[in-house]
């Protein structure tokens, strides 16, 4: 009797060790802090319509193991091309810019109403696929594309903006369906939507916001309709919300959404979203925090968090008007990535078509760039981990990533030295340890530091790329 009780004792210890190891593969938890999951399980698990239960969601692991995209900036607001994406509130918002103003007395006749630019939005240069393979040789994973910015225009054929979207007026196209049909057919890129919240003069928000929201009319009859409208139609795998702030997610009806589309849209076990949902959620709530605008904290965060930022430093739409100096160098660009990342972040990278769907070649040189450097240097970026530390003790412009359990360390060279050598003061080495150079043969030479603290390396004689250097090192701590 005894050994019979031991033996169903343990047949239940053993089908419980089964069921937890089953668990652990199902959800991982990074190394730092938030949870991810594998891209073909986000679990059966309901979500309930608020922040504690929406919150507790693993972020598909796709997102992560990305690290680079792409953003799209593209709008009716490409027609004027000047100043930034912001051009109608700064020409007829509360405060208008005196230089927006004047730029429409001296150009445009009396009277041009905004509304008059929708014709000129042509897109007659547009080809998705072209888009597509230059996106693909950027090195992105995945891209967000805007389907609508604060002025309101729907880059889809949207039933909920009637004679205000790309296919009743200017292309007279579905420029987000394109995209991603050409996404799809030709890369292995994950596409995304940016949409905004709010529109800066639809008559039924500027209703909702003077009865101190309230009342929801333009929540009721526009923003949740159009979302998931373009959830149901497109199937994006980010939904990247924005034109939050005025009103809380109450209003905005921000966790009923995102219940339903955690629970029962077609997008439940890949999408993911972001954290601007209403004001006060930003950083605090959502899938990955963006908390700002060019969000770059240079530290280790505990949440998941994605840095979008533009190549033009002044605007995310196109500018006919941006000198050379207003777009960011591949320096710039490489250091970015690597401080981002470095401390667990995605970078989403901004470029800004024209008016008739150009990406002009200051862009595009920069997305090729970028593709270049990540064939080269790819390994120390896509699917890495943040390292014990971020940055280099002894030596300013060196940010760390790993993989492999840091088995694996890379550290990201920004400056090559003089004397072509690097002291790092971080690692710490032992007999085993080897470094390399990423797009280099051979091993490098190296040697303890002072008093046998950190390392110092001997680079190579050629460069093998020209920006932003990586080392690999393995078997240090």
């Known amino acids: 009797m005894k050994f019979k009780t031991r033996w169903i004792l343990s047949i239940a210890m053993l089908s419980l060790l089964v069921i937890l190891c089953t668990l652990l593969s199902y959800t991982g938890h990074s190394s730092w802090g938030f949870k991810l999951t594998e891209n073909h399980d986000t679990a059966e698990t309901n979500y309930d319509p608020n922040w504690d239960s929406l919150d507790a969601r693993p972020l598909p692991s796709w997102y992560d193991e990305s690290k680079f995209g792409i953003f799209i900036h593209w709008g ?43 014709p000129q939005f042509t897109a007659e240069f547009y080809n998705a696929t072209e888009w597509a393979d230059l996106f693909k040789a950027s090195g992105a994973k995945y891209i967000v594309l805007t389907s609508k910015h604060h002025e309101g225009y729907t880059n889809w054929p949207s039933k909920y903006s009637f004679n205000w979207n790309s296919m ?19 890369t292995d890129i994950h596409f995304g939507l940016y949409h905004s919240l709010f529109e800066w003069f639809h008559p039924l928000y500027l209703e909702d916001k003077k009865n101190g929201f309230k009342t929801n009319k333009y929540v009721e009859q526009v923003s949740q309709p159009e979302l998931h409208e373009i959830v149901t139609a497109y199937k994006p ?186 002291s790092l003061g971080v690692p710490t080495t032992s007999s085993q340890t080897t470094v390399t150079m990423l797009g280099n043969q051979g091993n490098l030479q190296w040697k303890a530091g002072a008093g046998g603290a950190g390392v110092v390396v001997t680079l190579p004689a050629k460069r093998p790329c020209d920006w932003a250097w990586v080392l690999k090192l393995q078997n240090v701590k």
């Open 168 to 186: 009743d007026v200017g292309p007279k196209r579905d420029l987000v369906g394109e995209l991603a049909t050409a996404i799809r057919a030709n």
């Open 76 to 118: 009716v607001f490409s027609v004027p091309s000047f100043s930034s994406e912001w051009f109608w509130w700064q020409w007829k918002g509360t405060k208008p810019v005196p230089r927006v103003v004047n730029f429409m007395k001296q150009n445009y006749v009396p009277n041009f109403s905004y509304a008059e630019f929708g």
């Open 237 to 422: 795998d980010v939904v990247w919300s924005d034109g939050d702030w005025e009103a809380p997610d109450t209003y905005w009806n921000s966790t009923g959404f995102l219940a339903w589309l955690y629970n029962d849209s077609p997008v439940k076990d890949t999408v993911v979203t972001n954290d601007r949902w209403g004001s006060g959620v930003s950083c605090h709530h959502g899938g990955y925090y963006t908390c700002a605008d060019r969000f770059n904290p240079g530290t280790l965060q505990k949440h998941k968090w994605e840095n979008c930022m533009t190549i033009d430093k002044r605007s995310w739409g196109y500018r006919r008007e941006a000198p050379l100096a207003d777009y960011l160098t591949m320096d710039d660009i490489t250091q970015t990535l690597a401080e981002t990342v470095s401390c667990g972040g995605n970078l989403l990278m901004n470029v800004g078509p024209t008016h008739d769907g150009r990406i002009v070649p200051i862009f595009e040189e920069r997305l090729r760039q970028m593709g270049s450097w990540m064939q080269v240097n790819g390994e120390a970026i896509y699917k890495s981990k943040p390292w014990r530390a971020q940055n280099d003790t002894m030596t300013k412009g060196i940010w760390y990533t790993s993989k492999d359990n840091a088995t694996s360390v890379y550290a990201i060279v920004l400056d090559w030295p003089s004397n072509n050598q690097v």
